[in-house]
């Protein structure tokens, strides 16, 4: 079998489950590691309130770019480390609501693959269990209708199953339950208290991509369902207690450089929401420097 | 693109199912709890205010003029078949019920006053823009009433000044006709709760029930039977843990129904019926200065002003709105002015998070209970951590909200009196926390709310006044972070906003309660 050696680059983007970007069907393998740079821009004009897609005049089409750091490392040959960490900017393009700008949150996450099963001349196919944590980084403001975030600690669990041909050709499909921690919030609430409970989100995907030691490219879809949560508009609705929803189809390339025995590559990705509840309905593209090494041997 | 996204939603959702349950119970031991009413103890006041039968109303006269039966004896047969019905009622009380008499029994005018504000936030919501056939934007309000800052000013008044004047009047029958509580008259009568040590007749929390329950329906009609029956769930917990019989219950249920007719007849001729049509101007003077600059819409036009004549509406106790307005603002191309406006500029664009925290905790937008609504839960936790009788805790919010409401009704006055834009009219590069509220600067409508809520607060909890005063400050100042009022707005809406509140504090000095 042909090692992948990659990487992709994470769908980091505020609302969304975290660890779902950092965990696909590849270990790094024992020593190895990577590091990634990226730049991601998502915009959305018309988003979801409730589930009627919707636009607002007094906030016009609202831009998220966010420059974002992941590393991975492989801890054992069936043991990773990845980490992900972005500075965000969101901001309206009219009206007269302020764009905000912060350090986001932290998510670092084990994956282990217990399973590896070896069809001859076929294939192989595994599964991978892993765990994550995120934590807000900074104290970004948490309920706002333009923002970073919603500055709730979560906690991840997920299981993934890989299946790829000798010649590279692979699919995956993942589930994942999203654990969310509640929010302080700046303002008083009908029930008196200055919290509220961020509603816990389940997603699956599933990808299908094909890789070389050299290139990749990947397509995937994912949905994140909340379980419960308030709409925007809702009495009393904090933004942070909204059940965020969404479908989103999306692709990842990677292509390596030229350049200083190939340890750098160019990645590019891309999304699309088709469908959602209190979410914008966005675009988003991202670009990123990935640097391969080996820490030891 | 419709049908394969229906396709995906399909496919996943099932899957959703099953994994969400299986990797929930497995990992995380089940669903998080709904959010519920904060739980209280049973209120037990430090005073009974036994006095209060002679304290000064302000929709009766005098409790003379509400006649109730003549209650039977305590030693009558009808007393004792009472009697026997709530021991009947007690007997099969079941643990739901009794939670029911435990929210009630914490402080029920209290409860009533939390029920309302959940009430105007739900109600807090703008009405939307529709554009007619021939282009023209409305805004029909298909939830009414729209509970913005001023009309929920008024329905809190209402229904506070309405809950006193049926207390003051309860009392008065109470320790006139003094018939003593069921277990005084029967020892073998265990009161599930502490009871207040009161005559039982007319009940205190049927009174409140009714008049609450009356008030509230008139401003929300939409609202009735869920007001109905939590009303009828209020009077009847008072007999199942033994604090009442069923006539203590009727005679304060008429009480507080007659109460509330004299507060409906004064809420229809207040002039707010009228005052809150937004299409005509009350200072036609002033078609220059501020505009609106909200656009719900694609399409629309401009929303029109919140109450442009919401400053003729009839005062509790300010007994002349214009005596109220203060000096006019800076003209817009003097010195000061433009001071003003870059140190707005200058917090729009380094706003700090403590700054954006004052501004977001003061917000009180949309959806929300409002600024009066803010002042509201002070009061309440300041009650509670005072203990007061249900009749002071109902006089704490008449003082409260009748000064709210007048501050409403002379900013709003003043708002429109001197018309003045808001900074981001001026500078559109001004950028803000929190939206802008559809109506002119000049005062701060939360600067004039704080410093009238202040400042009858500072009377009735002196020994709070320093921590008070503080808060009623930093609410006004929280508009100028937010980036939608001059410091001038603010200074001298709560500068207006203490001169309304000492005419409250003034009527309460004087309405005879020690």
């Known amino acids: 079998m042909r090692k992948i050696f990659l990487v992709f680059l994470i769908f980091l983007t505020p609302l969304i489950t975290k660890s779902q970007g950092l965990i696909d069907g590849f270990m790094r393998g024992a020593g190895k590691g990577v590091v990634a740079l990226s730049y991601s821009s998502e915009n959305y004009k018309n988003f979801y309130k409730g589930t009627t897609l919707v636009s607002e005049p007094n906030l016009g089409t609202i831009t998220t770019q966010s420059i974002s750091l992941f590393a991975a490392v492989g801890l054992l040959n069936q043991l990773d480390i990845v980490a992900s960490l972005p500075y965000i900017t969101a901001s309206p393009s009219q009206g007269t609501l302020s764009s905000q700008s912060a350090m986001q949150d932290i998510a670092i996450a084990l994956k282990w693959k217990p399973i590896e099963l070896k069809i001859e001349n076929i294939g192989t196919v595994s599964g991978i269990v892993s765990a994550g944590v995120s934590t807000p980084m900074s104290e970004y403001v948490a309920d706002a209708a333009v923002a970073v975030g919603h500055h709730f600690s979560s906690g991840d669990v997920r299981v993934l199953g890989n299946f790829m041909t000798d010649f590279g050709l692979f699919a995956s499909v993942q589930a994942g339950y999203n654990r969310r921690g509640d929010v302080n919030l700046d303002h008083v609430t009908l029930d008196g208290t200055m919290k509220t409970t961020v509603p816990d989100a389940v997603d699956i995907s599933t990808k299908i991509g094909f890789g070389t030691s050299e290139y990749y490219i990947d397509a995937w879809i994912q949905n994140q369902t909340s379980r419960g949560g308030t709409d925007i508009g809702n009495t009393d609705a904090s933004f942070p207690s909204n059940g965020v929803s969404f479908s989103r189809i999306g692709f990842t390339g990677y292509y390596p450089l030229p350049l200083f025995d190939r340890m750098f590559g160019v990645s590019i990705s891309g999304s699309n929401t088709l469908d959602g509840r209190n979410v914008g309905n966005s675009t988003r593209f991202s670009v990123g420097l990935v640097y391969g090494l080996t820490l030891w041997k | 693109m419709k049908r ?56 009766i006269t005098s409790p003379d003029e509400i006649k109730l039966p003549g209650p039977s004896t305590t030693l009558s047969t009808e007393y004792q078949t009472e ?24 402080g029920a005018v209290l409860r009533w006053n939390e029920i309302a504000r959940k009430l105007v936030a739900k109600y807090n919501v703008a009405p939307s823009a529709v554009i007619g056939a021939d282009g023209k934007t409305s805004y029909p309000v298909l939830n009414a009433p729209f509970a913005n800052p001023p009309i929920a000013s008024r329905i809190y008044a209402y229904l506070s000044v309405a809950q006193y004047d049926a207390l003051v009047a309860t009392w008065n029958f109470k320790y006139k006709i003094n018939r003593p509580a069921p277990n005084l008259i029967d020892n073998t009568i265990i009161p599930a709760l502490d009871i207040p040590k009161l005559p039982s007749y007319p009940s205190e929390h049927s009174a409140i029930a009714a008049v609450s329950c009356e008030v509230l329906a008139f401003f929300f009609p939409s609202e009735k039977d869920y007001l109905v029956s939590l009303a009828m769930q209020h009077e009847e917990s008072r007999i199942l843990i033994g604090a009442n019989v069923m006539s203590d219950i009727t005679a304060g249920d008429s009480l507080g129904k007659l109460i509330s007719t004299k507060a409906i007849a004064r809420a229809k001729t207040d002039g707010a019926s009228t005052a809150g049509k937004e299409d005509t101007l009350y ?89 009066p609504g803010k002042w509201n839960y002070i009061a309440s936790n300041l009650i509670r951590k005072n203990n007061m009788s249900e009749l002071r805790t109902a006089r704490t919010f008449a003082l409260l909200n009748m000064a709210i409401m007048d501050a409403g009704i002379c900013c709003w006055d003043v708002k429109y009196y001197y018309y003045l834009p808001r900074p981001s009219q001026i500078d559109p590069s001004i950028k803000t926390s929190t939206g802008i509220p559809n109506f002119p600067s000049y005062t701060s409508g939360h600067a004039t709310f704080s410093g009238a809520g202040s400042t009858v607060l500072e009377y009735i909890f002196p020994s709070e006044a320093a921590s008070l005063k503080a808060q009623a400050d930093e609410a006004a100042l929280s508009r100028l972070y937010g980036g939608i009022h001059y410091r001038f707005d603010n200074e001298t809406g709560v500068f207006c906003g203490r001169n309304i509140g000492a005419h409250a504090v003034i009527l309460g000095r004087a309405d005879g309660s020690p």
């Open chain 2, 4 to 59: 394969f996204t229906e396709y995906i939603k399909n496919f996943t959702s099932s899957w959703f199912l099953i994994l969400s349950c299986a990797i929930s119970i497995a990992i995380f031991n089940g669903c998080k709890e709904e959010i519920s009413a904060p739980n209280y103890a049973t209120l037990l006041p430090v005073s009974n205010d036994t006095t209060g039968g002679t304290w000064k109303t302000y929709l």
């Open chain 2, 83 to 106: 009697l026997i019905a709530m021991k009947k009622a007690m007997s099969s009380r079941t643990i739901e019920q009794l939670n029911q008499a435990k929210y009630w029994a914490s």
């Open chain 2, 283 to 371: 200072y036609p003077h002033r078609t220059d200065g501020w505009k609106s600059i909200e656009i719900p819409i694609s399409g629309a036009s401009e929303r029109p002003a919140m109450l442009p004549t919401w400053g003729k509406v009839k005062t509790w106790t300010v007994p002349d709105v214009e005596k109220e307005r203060p000096v006019p603002p800076p003209a817009l191309n003097s010195i000061e002015y433009k001071t003003a406006l870059a140190e707005v500029k200058s917090i729009s664009e380094n706003r700090t998070r403590e700054q954006w925290r004052i501004a977001d905790y003061w917000a009180d937008g949309g959806g929300t209970f409002t600024p």
